[in-house]
């Protein structure tokens, strides 16, 4: 069955692609289905962090479901319908304020590595494996997700992957860029919790702040929206956090965030 499944540990929420058949390849409900959630998870409070995963061990996600092109994608109006559901998906994890944190094992191809790099950060297991096919099978990719694969890998790189629609390991990945730590596979699940524990018990405003400012900075300079970046750092500023912050410093102790 093709499903997303939500776990949550805490204040750290897992949203697993789950297409155990296929690899963990997404369809369109599932598409649709994301950014909602997505959503969800951003008005959650209680929620700090959120990690991206792939179901089981073999696959992070291996694409688009291509056994349902000829249904949803046959005909103008169909293929936009689903190059909407795609972008907004694409869209959804850096629009959520919170930290949006991908878990790579295994295979990570076409539209799973579109979402990852539409996530903040990236954290590979040895074993993941790395392709962006669209040239193998007659796909064009649109500006906007050109654009987000030059923001992580610069042009030189996403050249590369887009023309030879080769395979590349999760090293070569770390050597790009494209992933900020390779772990081995036993200690993918542990070090990832350990992280987003760290990441949780940090200021939620100045996350958001930060996060805010880092998406304006990859836009053209005449999109970005410096005022919304300063007022995000005020709130920092004026926050309950920002005095807690001070006070367990002064007190030796580790701070109590609530968002506030």
Known sequence: MAELI?????????????????????SHDMWK?????????????SVRVIVIAGDGE???ISGADISQFEKVRAGGDAQAEYN????RAYDAPPQVSKPVIAKIRGICFGGGL????ACDLRIAAEDAVFRM???????????TGMRRFMAVLGPAHTADIFYSARKFDAREALAMGFVSRVLPVAELEREVAAYCATVAENAPLTIAAG???????????AERDVAGVERRVMACYDSADYKEGRTAFMEKRVPRFEGK
């Open 114 to 117: 579109g979402l990852a790099a």
């Open 6 to 26: 939500l776990r949550r540990e805490g204040p750290v929420a897992t949203v697993l692609f789950s297409n155990l058949a296929k690899h963990n390849a997404v």
């Open 84 to 87: 909407r559901a795609v972008e």
């Open 211 to 221: 996060k805010y400012a880092i998406r304006q900075l990859q836009k053209d300079p």
């Open 133 to 143: 096919p669209a040239a193998r099978l007659g796909l064009g990719y649109n500006f």
């Open 33 to 45: 289905r994301f950014p909602e959630l997505m959503g969800e998870l951003d008005r959650d409070a």
């Open 58 to 60: 073999k696959a992070f």
